[in-house]
């Protein structure tokens, strides 16, 4: 059975950092295409971040480029999701994902995570 786990949310002042991580149980987890999203209660979940199998091509929301970065692990199967200058507008349920083709679309995604947490005060 797959399972994501995600860790590493919490409360930030505006202008801080958090590191979340992403355990995944895939059998082949260099072959699938790892992910973050976020939603707030209301809206839709929203892209922010996806990396490749071998971690060499990431694309970004443009609302995060340039203070988030997305990493991964091949051997600790694990994924990263490194957030920088955090503004209040951060705040959400942050979820891994993984699928099998590059995309943004959250369609294109098999696997969720459960969620964790991130709130950032102003």
């Known amino acids: 059975q797959v399972q994501l786990v995600e860790s590493g949310g919490g409360l930030v002042q505006a202008g801080g950092s958090l590191r979340l991580s992403c355990a995944a149980s895939l059998r082949t987890f260099s072959n699938y295409i790892m992910a973050w999203f976020r939603q707030t209660p209301g809206k839709e979940r929203e892209f922010v971040a996806t990396v490749t199998g071998s971690g060499g091509g990431t694309r970004y929301a443009n609302s995060v480029k340039g203070r988030f970065t997305i990493s991964r692990d091949n051997v600790e199967n694990t994924v990263y999701l490194q957030m920088n200058s955090l503004k209040p507008e951060d705040t959400a349920v942050y979820y891994c994902?993984?699928?099998?083709?590059?995309?943004?679309?959250?369609?294109?995604?098999?696997?969720w995570g459960q969620g964790t947490q991130v709130t950032v005060s102003s």
């Open positions: 994902a993984a699928g099998l083709a590059f995309m943004v679309a959250r369609e294109s995604y098999n696997y």
